[in-house]
Every structure is written in structure tokens, then in C-alpha cells.
T-cell receptor, first 109, second 114 residues
Framework: GQNIDQPTEMTATEGAIVQINCTYQTSGFNGLFWYQQHAGEAPTFLSY??LDGLEEKGRFSSFLSRSKGYSYLLLKELQMKDSASYLC??????????WGAGTKLIIKP | DAMVIQNPRYQVTQFGKPVTLSCSQTLNHNVMYWYQQKSSQAPKLLFH???????NEADTPDNFQSRRPNTSFCFLDIRSPGLGDAAMYLC?????????????FGPGTRLTVL
């Protein structure tokens, strides 16, 4: 079966750096997405990786290793507004998104 | 601004009373999706349309139906809501169904079943 694993919850301090990991097993691979979802709101797109390596976008970076079935989202200079759930989703060989359950990130002052 | 709009934002219905949720988009995207999301769970894909081609996920209950009368609008009908159908329903769109085509989400409709 297809599976996306990410930690259920993480806690970090304002101003610090946090890394949210995602491992996946899917039928084929057409890219990996990270979305941010604030409580009670819709997911919003953060990043897309299809080739190995690091993609940087401001305070957020996303890394992919296809051989290891592994990605991480790196958040720098954490702000209180970064408190949200972060969802990892992989596009499989049928171009269907397989979603993880999300990692709830709690930022403390 | 181009966007995905869902109405209503909050819907309360009674057990067994049909309900319709609506979604519209100004992005002119070919693909529209309906997801169900329960608290602390991954979004679960119910249906998607590529243009007018309807695709039903294998495990979507028959209780759920969908219509896409034109490019801009899509509806989710729940014929006989049960308590287990209480959830957030998310509509999303994408330009195409290929790698790299991110999905754009509406704000969601939170359904309560009494």
C-alpha cells in the first residue's frame, strides 16, 4: 500500500529552527508537496520537489532524497504565526496526491 | 484576485437530511477536487473532475455524489448524512493533473450533523 509518515506533533521556540521529516512509500513518484494548514483553514501550498536536493524559499526550505523516500521541511527564524499543521503529499504514478496526516507545529515564545 | 470559493463556510444539517455544498473557481483550472478532512487526519479524496470527466475514488460511499455543470462550478451532494460525515469538506483546483501542478484550496465548508 501507499504510505506517508510524518511526526504527529513538534514543539519549537520562537526564533529557532525546526525540521519536519516525511518518509514515503508510493506507487511511483511525480513530486512531493508541502502544504501549511492553520487550524480550521484550508491548506496552502509551500513547496514542490521533484529532483533530489534542497529548494529554498525565504524562511522555508524543502529537501528531497528520492532514493531514500525522504523529505524534510526546514523552517528558520520561527514566528508565532508559523504555528500550524504541515502536510506532506506525494504525487504517485497516477498523478494522485497521497497525503500524510500532517505534523502539528507548536511555537512557544 | 483569482480564487476558489466555497459556500457555505459552515453547514448544519440533521441526520438523513440531504445537503449540497458548492465550490466555484475563477482560476479557469481544468481539474476540480472534493476532499473530506476530519480532525488531525489527512485529506481524503472523494472525487475529481478533469474538465467534465468524472472520477470517483473506489472507497467513496454512494451517499456522496458530485456535479460539475461548467468549468467554474462544482457541487458535492450528501444524500443522507450520517454522524460520521461530520467533517471539513475542501474543494481544490489544479491547472492540470501532472507533476508540479499544485492544488489550490478553498476555505472549506465545516459540516455538522445533528
Amino acid at each position: 500500500g501507499q504510505n506517508i509518515d510524518q511526526p504527529t506533533e513538534m514543539t519549537a521556540t520562537e526564533g529557532a529552527i525546526v525540521q519536519i521529516n516525511c518518509t514515503y512509500q508510493t506507487s511511483g513518484f511525480n513530486g512531493l508537496f508541502w502544504y501549511q494548514q492553520h487550524a480550521g483553514e484550508a491548506p496552502t501550498f509551500l513547496s514542490y520537489n521533484v529532483l533530489d536536493g534542497l529548494e529554498e524559499k525565504g524562511r522555508f526550505s524543502s529537501f528531497l532524497s528520492r532514493s531514500k523516500g525522504y523529505s524534510y521541511l526546514l523552517l528558520k527564524e520561527l514566528q508565532m504565526k508559523d504555528s500550524a499543521s504541515y502536510l506532506c503529499a506525494v504525487m504517485d504514478s497516477n498523478y494522485q496526491l497521497i497525503w500524510g496526516a500532517g505534523t502539528k507545529l507548536i511555537i512557544k515564545p | 484576485d483569482a480564487m476558489v470559493i466555497q459556500n457555505p463556510r459552515y453547514q448544519v444539517t440533521q441526520f438523513g437530511k440531504p445537503v449540497t455544498l458548492s465550490c466555484s473557481q475563477t482560476l479557469n483550472h481544468n481539474v476540480m477536487y472534493w476532499y473530506q478532512q476530519k480532525s488531525s487526519q489527512a485529506p481524503k479524496l472523494l472525487f475529481h473532475y478533469y474538465d467534465k470527466d468524472f472520477n470517483n475514488e473506489a472507497d467513496t460511499p454512494d451517499n456522496f455524489q458530485s456535479r460539475r455543470p461548467n468549468t467554474s462550478f462544482c457541487f458535492l451532494d450528501i444524500r443522507s448524512p450520517g454522524l460520521g460525515d461530520a467533517a471539513m469538506y475542501l474543494c481544490a483546483t489544479s491547472r492540470e493533473r501532472t507533476g508540479g501542478d499544485e492544488q489550490f484550496f478553498g476555505p472549506g465548508t465545516r459540516l455538522t450533523v445533528l
